[in-house]
């Protein structure tokens, strides 16, 4: 079964707009990590957070993370065209970091010139 | 550094027929995954190596998926006889910085069973 579900499923906005996509998950984690996939291709490591940290950047990218409410978002600021992609988050569940992962169902981003 | 490799791109197969993947690792990843995604969904783990031994294959539908690592190296996962819900894209990753730098994946192989 899928521990993470994204919201919202597709999200379209203006290049320039921010966009913002939430994670939930069912159990503890010792680590949470965003994913991007491009049309047709492989998923690409955007960001990890660590489940002792509340919040962490990486260029255009914020993620944040409430372990209280099983919840994570990524920000993505000042967006591009170039952006337009799946975003995954995925979870790493039990004891220390197993390197396994699992994955929820995605949020598109279409982001128009 | 050269990725992730898998072939083939494309496969399409009639139902009940056999079927190979292949993935060769970044060098020096001693971990390797196996991902199913169907269409619309996010990856689904179906194995783990670690070096040549199998660390998590829960998920592996053993009645018609295996998947080998001989060597610690390159990787096949092989379906037979395959099924009409088969048709996938099965992901190869794997990883040597992790959690820090978390999985590389390669582009998939498209399988389409008909």
């Known amino acids: 079964s899928q521990q993470g579900e994204e919201d919202p499923q597709a999200l379209s906005i203006q290049e320039g707009e921010n966009a913002t996509m939430n994670c939930s998950y069912k159990t503890s984690i010792n680590n949470l990590q965003w994913y991007r996939q491009n049309s047709g291709r492989g998923l690409v490591h955007l960001i990890l957070i660590r489940s002792n940290e509340r919040e962490k950047h990486s260029g255009r990218l914020r993620v944040t993370l409430d372990t209280s409410k099983k919840s994570s978002s990524l920000l993505i600021t000042a967006s591009r065209a170039a952006d337009t992609a799946s975003y995954f988050c995925a979870t790493d569940l039990g004891s220390g970091n197993t390197g396994k992962l699992i994955f929820g169902q995605g949020t598109t981003l279409q982001v128009k010139p | 550094e050269a990725g992730v490799a898998q072939s083939p791109r494309y496969k399409i197969i009639e139902k009940r027929q056999s079927v190979a993947f292949w993935c060769n690792p970044i060098s020096g990843h001693a971990t390797l995954y196996w991902y199913q995604q169907i269409l619309g969904q996010g990856p689904k783990l179906l194995i783990q190596f670690q070096n040549n031994g199998v660390v998590d294959d829960s998920q592996l539908p053993k009645d018609r998926f295996s998947a080998e690592r001989l060597k610690g190296v390159d990787s096949t996962l092989k379906i037979q006889p395959a099924k009409l819900e088969d048709s996938a894209v099965y992901l190869c990753?794997?990883?040597?910085?992790?959690?820090?730098?978390?999985?590389?994946f390669g582009s998939g192989t498209r399988l389409t069973v008909v």
């Open positions: 990753a794997s990883s040597v910085a992790y959690p820090e730098d978390g999985y590389t």
